[in-house]
């Protein structure tokens, strides 16, 4: 049973972004200091991308690792209460991502995820990571 009502259990999952999340704004402030320019959640791409570097055919997902259920973190696990909920949600969360990366690399696109807990913790890394990826044309 949740401890919240269903009011105040909605208000507190409306307050959950799904653009513009901080880790996110992180890797935009990344990208543009080094240059590159991009177009944000382009709605006609499977899977919306947070980041579409159309010069260099590419996209970028910035994944939070609970919503998406990153294997080998700590945030990326399932809830010990209301269990099958969870684990529904976020198992078809990781089904979806990889259907539209599929699909996007169908459609000729070079597809880099990058993680909350990678962006959050080992910045130069993943801004090595990012141009690398956009050097390779």
Known sequence: MD???KEKRSKVMSNIRSTDTSPEIRVRKMLFTQGYRYRLHVKNLPGKPDIVLPKYNAV???H???WHLHSGCRDGTIPKTRTSYWKD????NKERDKDNINELRKQGWRVLQLWECE???KSEEVLERLDNFLRVT
């Open 89 to 92: 949600k976020l198992l078809k």
């Open 3 to 5: 401890i919240w009502t």
């Open 60 to 62: 970028v997902f910035v």
């Open 64 to 66: 939070g690792c609970f």
């Open 119 to 121: 962006v959050e913790n």
